[in-house]
């Protein structure tokens, strides 16, 4: 990977990028970037982001992003390095095993959705971020289906 691969902007000017241009970076395996307002810094894949009561890793920011369609094959071999440097971590299944349906969800969504996650472990449950994102895209497509879009 010889260039930057954009994962996320947010309304304030912060950027979040794969990049291999770090000193963390070595053997061609990416580090998430990000340059914000409230964080900034090189992440590895288990690295905590965030503030107490809000904190997600860099694995879920990437691998909820990469889920998203329209990622090119570029981006898949990133974000699986990215990814696989900590298989205790959320991984990603070959590019064409997934499928899409178009519903984009900002960053700041991706964030909440793990909150719920962390806040439900917490409280004794089990919930994945993948069980929340489910129940949010169901009750997202029945509204759809509902609206007849």
Do not use: C
């Not at 979040?16 to 090189?42: F, K, N, Q």
């Not at 369609?69 to 959320?90: C, D, S, Y």
């Amino acid at each position: 990977m010889q260039k930057d691969i954009l994962v996320s902007t947010d309304e304030r000017g912060g950027i979040a990028v794969l990049t291999t241009a770090s000193p963390a970076s070595s053997h061609g395996i990416p580090v998430l970037r990000i340059e914000a307002e409230d964080v900034s810094g090189d992440f590895g894949p288990s690295d905590l982001i965030g503030e107490p009561g809000n904190l997600i890793t860099a694995a879920s920011v990437v691998a909820g992003w990469i889920e998203r369609p329209g990622r090119t094959a570029e981006e898949f071999a990133a974000a699986r390095k990215f990814l696989g440097q900590w298989p205790e971590g959320p991984q990603i299944k070959a590019q064409d095993e997934y499928k899409r349906i178009t519903l984009r969800l900002p960053f700041e969504m991706w964030k909440r959705m793990l909150s719920l996650t962390i806040e439900s472990k917490l409280a004794g449950e089990n919930e994945t971020v993948t069980d929340i994102a489910i129940k949010a895209i169901e009750k997202e497509l029945d509204r759809r289906e509902k609206a007849g879009n």
